[in-house]
Nanobody, 120 residues
Framework: QVQLVESGGGLVQPGGSLRLSCAASGSIFSINAMGWYRQAPGKQRELVAAFTARGYRSYADSVKGRFTISRDNGKNTVYLQMNSLKPEDTAVYYC??????????????WGQGTPVTVSS
């Protein structure tokens, strides 16, 4: 069984910063892709930032220049550094991974979500 555990969400004022973490654990043979999505109230879930299967960083246009995704392969962990936060960044942030387990199964796994609120 594989799980993703997120942390780092919270309340921050506009212009502030937060750093999210997502650690994958369990029967993981390899991670093909891993990243962050978000869902604001009344809106569809959208990609924020991710490492693609080829290892490239991909960002939503709305966060380019403000958010940075990074990873620690040894810890199966990805981070999302969010700077210059805006009220429109308010959402629940979900970690997502496409991976292969030791049973040679390809899985898509979601974390439980961590809320981010940007408000004065």
């Amino acid at each position: 069984q594989v799980q993703l555990v997120e942390s780092g969400g919270g309340l921050v004022q506009p212009g502030g910063s937060l750093r999210l973490s997502c650690a994958a654990s369990g029967s993981i043979f390899s991670i093909n892709a891993m990243g962050w999505y978000r869902q604001a109230p009344g809106k569809q879930r959208e990609l924020v930032a991710a490492f693609t299967a080829r290892g490239y960083r991909s960002y939503a246009d709305s966060v380019k220049g403000r958010f940075t995704i990074s990873r620690d392969n040894g810890k199966n962990t990805v981070y999302l550094q969010m700077n210059s936060l805006k009220p429109e960044d308010t959402a629940v942030y979900y970690c997502n991974s496409m991976l292969r387990d030791y049973n040679n199964k390809y899985l898509e796994v979601w974390g439980q979500g961590t809320p981010v609120t940007v408000s004065s």
